[in-house]
């Protein structure tokens, strides 16, 4: 009877790690609405941020200032693969490091009103320095550190609590240790692309009413948004021919809206003036964003295309099906033949 009960502790204990850890890891949580307010800031008031597990993971995080966003640099290192085969050199390999920079997404954004105000589940206060080792915090495995309002606040992270619902932080400057939500704090522990915003621009067609085409030596051309008669965002034509090519006009600045971005260019672009050009998008006399567009000219493949906004703040390589309508229509758009 003593055995039957063991076994069913023990299956009780393990279903309930699982469950923790499965809340902990899956999705954005819920915004914490109990607990003790240690930082009363919000999302919105945030400057930077910078978040780091061992050393093998590393995020850091600033406000733009091209658009209101957020660019993330996520960075650590990549342990090497584990080989079937044994091989001679296979102890000299090192583990590969990685960078990553890149607009955030507003999934990321949503988060960070999850994290911010930080509230702890529990303020334990100033321990001893066996406490400090039993918490993880002597040597703690990570740091989070934070500016806004012009004022810096960093905590030391020390050991997850058992079953990893919760990890214990101390405030670096008053020493004050807390019990803090895991799951809220796994919001900044991820490996890119996680986060990426794929989006090029950040605007609906019925924001705008005036598009300039401007492509150098390949032509300009205006285009001009006819309101439609109901609720619809109307149609683009050409500004000095409504009739001409209307159709494709009208798909191919939608293919432009439409664009996504597979990932954030690291190297410098420097687009040839065949294959370049900048779209000026405006509502009135504003100016909203401008659009610049590149592709390898040379290539059979006219999918390596690259754009860069406003928005994204960096060139970003496109997703191959918009960039080949982009290319495929342009002499249309252009000159309406």
């Given at each position: 009877?003593?055995?039957?009960?063991?076994?069913?502790?023990?299956?009780?204990?393990?279903?309930l790690?699982?469950?923790?850890?499965?809340?902990?890891?899956?999705?954005?949580?819920?915004?914490?609405?109990?607990g003790?307010?240690?930082?009363?800031w919000?999302?919105?008031?945030?400057?930077?941020?910078?978040?780091?597990?061992?050393?093998?993971r590393?995020?850091?995080?600033r406000?733009?200032?091209?658009?209101?966003?957020?660019?993330?640099?996520?960075?650590?290192?990549?342990p090497?693969?584990?080989?079937?085969?044994?091989?001679?050199?296979?102890?000299?390999e090192?583990?590969?490091?990685?960078?990553?920079?890149?607009r955030?997404?507003?999934?990321?954004?949503?988060?960070?009103e999850?994290?911010l105000?930080?509230?702890?589940?529990?303020k334990?206060?100033?321990?001893?320095?066996a406490?400090?080792?039993?918490?993880?915090?002597d040597?703690p495995?990570?740091?989070?550190?934070?500016?806004?309002?012009?004022?810096q606040?960093?905590?030391?992270?020390?050991?997850?609590?058992?079953?990893?619902?919760?990890a214990y932080?101390?405030?670096e400057?008053?020493?004050e240790?807390?019990?803090?939500?895991?799951?809220?704090?796994?919001?900044?522990?991820?490996?890119?692309p996680?986060?990426?915003?794929?989006?090029?621009?950040?605007?609906?067609l019925?924001?705008?009413?005036?598009?300039?085409?401007?492509?150098?030596?390949?032509?300009?051309?205006?285009?001009?948004?006819?309101?439609?008669?109901?609720?619809?965002?109307?149609?683009?034509?050409?500004?000095?021919?409504?009739?001409?090519?209307?159709e494709?006009?009208?798909?191919?600045?939608?293919?432009v809206?439409?664009?996504?971005?597979?990932?954030?260019?690291d190297?410098?672009?420097?687009?040839?003036p065949?294959?370049?050009?900048?779209?000026?998008?405006?509502?009135?006399?504003?100016?909203?964003?401008?659009?610049?567009?590149?592709w390898?000219?040379m290539?059979?493949?006219?999918?390596?295309?690259?754009?860069?906004?406003?928005?994204?703040?960096?060139?970003?390589?496109?997703?191959?099906?918009?960039?080949?309508?982009?290319?495929g229509?342009?002499?249309?758009?252009?000159?309406?033949?």
């Amino acid at each position: 009877m003593s055995l039957h009960r063991g076994l069913i502790g023990h299956a009780i204990a393990l279903a309930l790690a699982a469950a923790a850890a499965w809340w902990v890891y899956s999705g954005v949580p819920e915004k914490p609405q109990s607990g003790e307010v240690i930082l009363d800031w919000g999302a919105q008031e945030l400057s930077e941020l910078s978040f780091q597990i061992k050393a093998s993971r590393r995020l850091s995080l600033r406000r733009m200032e091209t658009s209101d966003g957020f660019w993330l640099v996520v960075e650590g290192e990549k342990p090497p693969l584990k080989k079937t085969v044994p091989e001679t050199h296979a102890a000299d390999e090192k583990p590969k490091s990685y960078r990553s920079a890149y607009r955030a997404s507003r999934e990321f954004e949503k988060g960070l009103e999850k994290l911010l105000p930080l509230r702890a589940e529990r303020k334990l206060g100033q321990v001893d320095d066996a406490k400090l080792s039993e918490y993880g915090l002597d040597k703690p495995r990570g740091h989070l550190r934070m500016l806004a309002k012009g004022k810096q606040v960093a905590f030391r992270i020390g050991r997850q609590s058992y079953g990893g619902a919760s990890a214990y932080l101390q405030h670096e400057e008053t020493a004050e240790v807390f019990l803090f939500s895991s799951a809220v704090l796994n919001l900044l522990d991820f490996r890119a692309p996680r986060f990426m915003e794929r989006r090029v621009l950040d605007l609906a067609l019925v924001e705008l009413d005036r598009i300039e085409v401007l492509c150098g030596p390949r032509g300009a051309r205006k285009l001009v948004r006819k309101a439609g008669q109901d609720a619809s965002d109307g149609r683009w034509v050409a500004a000095d021919d409504p009739e001409a090519e209307a159709e494709q006009i009208d798909a191919w600045v939608r293919h432009v809206s439409r664009m996504r971005g597979l990932e954030y260019m690291d190297e410098v672009v420097q687009p040839e003036p065949k294959s370049f050009c900048t779209l000026r998008l405006s509502r009135g006399d504003e100016l909203v964003e401008e659009l610049q567009f590149t592709w390898d000219a040379m290539s059979e493949k006219k999918n390596q295309a690259k754009a860069r906004s406003r928005f994204t703040g960096a060139w970003v390589r496109v997703d191959p099906f918009h960039a080949k309508n982009f290319i495929g229509d342009l002499h249309r758009v252009l000159s309406g033949d």
